[in-house]
């Protein structure tokens, strides 16, 4: 009987089905919480409250939540193109390795939030700059894991490479690359979780559109149900990003490893 449980519940945690009822029984503890629980409805509204928002034109939906979109994906594209080429540039140059790799490790250190002012105050407020801070954000993992990844490659796989007059973009492209591609998609992954923070971040600091704007501008007049939904929302396209780079994760390295 034990086995056959375990064997269940081994099905469940591989397939949708155990993450969806997971979410479905937090759904359904916060409707009981939030009808039986005594609490305002200010400090806590229930799932319908919180749902019923999205038809309440006033908040605009599609609007704000395509610009934190644009926001989350523009700023993490950006990061992953910028990341894998310093990467790259690093794996061919050790002289550069050593000499900006602590540089871009001080300037990760810089607290992000203290840094979003003087974006704003550099390139003012907008789409633009919030990827940039998103950007900021999500930039250095990236980086790190790339660079490591291109450092793990068998040196006797360049070394042949190498004696057969391949050239660099060549090495990278047929043996460096395809290598490192577990490592780039560990960065990536932890890279999706930070662009979202800093594209919030940035709407937070200063912006006139966004899931972020929305949130303060119904927090003057206490709807916690809207902002219940923006969550929700900027939860949302999170899981969308991170879901799309497990996907392609599998597509070029599982699949494609057993293939």
Same mark, same amino acid.
């Given at each position: 009987?034990?086995?056959?449980?375990?064997?269940?519940?081994?099905?469940?945690?591989?397939?949708?089905?155990?993450?969806?009822?997971?979410?479905?029984?937090?759904?359904?503890?916060?409707?009981?919480?939030?009808?039986?629980?005594?609490?305002?409805?200010?400090?806590?509204?229930?799932?319908?409250?919180?749902?019923?928002?999205?038809?309440?034109?006033?908040?605009?939906?599609?609007?704000?939540?395509?610009?934190?979109?644009?926001? /989350?994906? &523009?700023?993490?594209?950006?990061?992953?193109?910028?990341?894998?080429?310093?990467?790259?540039? +690093?794996?061919?140059?050790?002289?550069?390795?050593?000499?900006?790799?602590?540089?871009?490790?001080?300037?990760?250190?810089?607290?992000?939030?203290?840094?979003?002012?003087?974006?704003?105050?550099? +390139?003012?407020?907008?789409?633009?700059?919030?990827?940039?801070?998103?950007?900021?954000?999500? +930039?250095?993992?990236?980086? /790190?894991?790339?660079?490591? &990844?291109?450092?793990?490659?068998?040196?006797?796989?360049?070394?042949?490479?190498?004696?057969?007059?391949?050239?660099?973009?060549?090495?990278?492209?047929?043996?460096?690359?395809?290598?490192?591609?577990?490592?780039?998609?560990?960065?990536?992954?932890?890279?999706?979780?930070?662009?979202?923070?800093?594209?919030?971040?940035?709407?937070?600091?200063?912006?006139?559109?966004?899931?972020?704007?929305?949130?303060?501008?119904?927090?003057?007049?206490?709807?916690?149900?809207?902002? +219940?939904?923006?969550?929700?929302?900027?939860?949302?396209?999170?899981?969308?990003?991170?879901?799309?780079?497990?996907?392609?994760?599998?597509?070029?390295?599982?699949?494609?490893?057993?293939?």
């Amino acid at each position: 009987m034990k086995s056959i449980l375990e064997s269940a519940a081994a099905r469940l945690g591989r397939g949708p089905v155990g993450p969806i009822l997971v979410h479905l029984v937090v759904i359904a503890i916060w409707q009981i919480a939030a009808d039986f629980g005594g609490l305002p409805r200010y400090i806590l509204p229930s799932p319908t409250e919180t749902l019923a928002t999205l038809f309440e034109p006033r908040n605009r939906w599609a609007e704000n939540t395509l610009v934190t979109t644009i926001e /989350i994906f &523009g700023g993490f594209l950006i990061a992953v193109v910028v990341g894998v080429a310093i990467a790259l540039f +690093f794996s061919w140059s050790r002289l550069l390795l050593a000499l900006f790799m602590p540089l871009l490790v001080s300037l990760n250190m810089i607290p992000k939030v203290a840094l979003g002012p003087l974006i704003i105050v550099w +390139f003012g407020y907008g789409i633009g700059t919030n990827m940039a801070i998103a950007f900021a954000i999500c +930039f250095f993992p990236i980086v /790190i894991t790339t660079a490591r &990844g291109l450092s793990e490659i068998e040196p006797e796989m360049l070394y042949l490479a190498r004696t057969v007059n391949a050239s660099k973009w060549q090495i990278f492209r047929k043996i460096q690359f395809p290598g490192a591609l577990p490592y780039i998609f560990s960065g990536m992954k932890v890279s999706a979780v930070l662009a979202v923070a800093g594209a919030i971040v940035g709407e937070f600091i200063g912006s006139e559109k966004g899931l972020g704007y929305l949130m303060l501008q119904v927090q003057i007049n206490l709807d916690t149900a809207t902002m +219940f939904m923006s969550v929700l929302m900027i939860t949302l396209i999170g899981v969308v990003l991170y879901g799309a780079v497990a996907f392609l994760e599998w597509l070029l390295v599982k699949r494609g490893g057993n293939a």
